[in-house]
């Protein structure tokens, strides 16, 4: 469940798997153990997770031998809550402690009785280097950079699901691409809560092994350029910026690095200045516009996404107005949005004025109406013109297609057979959905 860091980590814990004998198991109710990957950003994805433990009660009573683990951003947030209601769950690891999986599923092993869970969240202090990883992302290979958050935006469980940040040292990164682009990978995804903070976090409160505090001064702009240099890496995405800490020289290393694609996802969350100052974002609407006209007028072709959220706390109609008005003067080329909801321990939890189901949801369905139109329009303009896709697989719902993404992270699908997959290859847009394009090949590189 949940963002691109969980499925990398997902992928380490697959790694551990793998080193301890398991094998992938075609149905839950065959396997041995069965880890649930957990989100805690918002309560729906939260409330998914004891959905799913109640399905897996009947697992564990028939095969009481199964392990069953929680991991994640829920297990970190929430153990003694998991622990009370689900007590035939075995194992609870937190998103920092895998290092501790295979100890905690020996641990399990031993004990043949019903016992209390093994429960593992307390370690935020190191970053674990040398974790195994089976990766099983078609395309883009996952990289952190960094690992948690110290932005503490008020509505935000992140920091206290995934800790204090910190950096990765900068050989660790390149030695991870180095490994993928081994592995047949010519596309990198660099992951951090906040990647442009990069360098910043090492030294509060974290020893050794990162090495930032050697390199001051060294910041994600000079990580890129040191990521794009490994040879045969011919794409770089990274995910996410906030807006607070772009620095000009991460512009031109978009704009001047030849592999760094021309995407930016620049998480906006509300286009209303009280409402962004309660979210502590640190940043004004305006200067979030200004961002992205010097953003925009720097790379050619840049696409811009978001993420935004509907009824914070106190949020009022002329508020919500002036997010729906930025979301019209900027022009995303796709957003994600949210209806705000509490999460607990966060500051905006505990904020009078919450917002009313029903007006959250009328203010995300019209959020989300005005979106639709400006992608669709964005995209129609962009028919006929041919574009770079790295192909990503069969179209499953159309045979004889295969589909892919631009460098602006657009999809295309597009008439080709199975041996395109994982090429790079010249598509001419020919029709425009709000999803992507349909297409033609134009001319193999
Ligand atoms: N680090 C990223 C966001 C990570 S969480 C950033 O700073 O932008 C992903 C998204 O979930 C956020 O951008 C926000 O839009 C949404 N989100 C976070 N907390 C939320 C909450 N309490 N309710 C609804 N959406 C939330
Ligand atoms: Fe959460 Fe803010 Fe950190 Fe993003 S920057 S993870 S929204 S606290």
């Known amino acids: 469940m949940g963002c691109q860091m969980n499925e990398r980590d997902s992928e380490t814990v697959a790694g551990i798997l793998h080193c301890l004998g398991y094998q992938p198991a075609q149905t839950p109710a065959e396997a041995d153990f069965i880890a649930l990957n957990t989100c805690a950003v918002?309560?729906?994805?939260?409330?998914?997770?004891?959905?799913?433990?109640?399905?897996?009660?009947?697992?564990?009573q028939e095969r009481p031998q199964t392990?069953?683990?929680?991991?994640?951003?829920?297990?970190?947030?929430?153990?003694?809550?998991?622990?009370?209601?689900?007590?035939?769950?075995?194992?609870?690891?937190?998103?920092?402690?895998?290092?501790q999986l295979a100890q905690a599923i020996k641990t399990v092993q031993r004990t043949s009785a019903p016992n209390d869970p093994v429960i593992v969240t307390d370690s935020h202090k190191t970053i674990p280097e040398a974790l195994p990883v089976r990766r099983t992302t078609p395309v883009s290979a996952f990289v952190n950079v960094t690992y948690g958050c110290n932005n503490f935006c008020t509505y935000c469980v992140v920091p206290y699901a995934r800790g204090r940040e910190q950096s990765r040292p900068v050989q660790e990164i390149v030695a991870e691409v180095e490994q993928a682009v081994a592995e047949g990978y010519k596309e990198v995804t660099l992951l951090g809560q906040n990647v442009n903070s990069y360098g910043s976090g090492a030294g509060q409160g974290c020893p050794s092994p990162t090495v930032m505090s050697q390199e001051e001064g060294y910041g994600f702009a000079d990580l890129l350029a040191e990521v794009s240099r490994v040879e045969e890496l011919e794409r770089i995405r990274f995910t996410t910026s906030h807006p607070k800490d772009i620095s000009v020289s991460l512009l031109a290393a978009i704009a001047g690095l030849p592999n760094v694609c021309e995407h930016?996802?620049?998480?906006?969350?509300?286009?209303?200045?009280?409402?962004?100052?309660?979210?502590g974002r640190g940043y004004t609407y305006e200067q979030y516009r200004h961002l992205v006209e010097a953003a925009r007028e720097r790379i050619p072709g840049l696409s811009i996404t978001t993420d935004v959220m509907v009824g914070f706390p106190g949020e009022t109609e002329e508020q919500f107005h002036n997010?729906?008005?930025?979301?019209?003067?900027?022009?995303?080329?796709?957003?994600?949005?949210?209806?705000?909801?509490?999460?607990?321990?966060?500051?905006?939890?505990?904020?009078?004025?919450?917002?009313?189901?029903?007006?959250?949801?009328?203010?995300?369905?019209?959020?989300?109406?005005?979106?639709?139109?400006?992608?669709?329009?964005i995209n129609q303009k962009l028919v006929g013109k041919s574009f770079?896709?790295?192909?990503?697989?069969?179209?499953?719902?159309?045979?004889?297609?295969?589909?892919?993404?631009?460098?602006?992270?657009?999809?295309?699908i597009f008439p080709g057979q199975e041996r395109l997959i994982g090429k790079l290859v010249q598509v001419q847009t020919q029709e425009a959905y709000l999803w992507g394009f349909l297409g033609e090949i134009a001319a193999q590189s």
């Open 42 to 60: 918002r309560a729906k994805p939260e409330h998914k997770v004891f959905s799913k433990l109640g399905e897996l009660r009947r697992i564990k």
């Open 388 to 412: 770079e896709v790295l192909v990503a697989g069969a179209d499953a719902k159309s045979p004889g297609k295969v589909r892919g993404r631009t460098r602006t992270n657009r999809l295309v």
């Open 67 to 99: 392990i069953i683990a929680v991991l994640g951003c829920v297990a970190q947030v929430a153990a003694q809550e998991i622990a009370r209601r689900a007590p035939y769950v075995d194992i609870i690891i937190g998103p920092r402690n895998y290092a």
């Open 323 to 377: 997010t729906l008005r930025a979301f019209e003067e900027i022009r995303f080329d796709q957003a994600f949005m949210f209806k705000y909801s509490d999460r607990p321990g966060t500051r905006a939890a505990e904020m009078p004025d919450k917002v009313p189901e029903a007006v959250k949801q009328a203010r995300l369905e019209q959020l989300v109406a005005l979106q639709n139109e400006t992608a669709r329009q």
């Open 264 to 279: 930016l996802h620049l998480p906006i969350q509300a286009g209303d200045d009280e409402v962004l100052a309660r979210m």
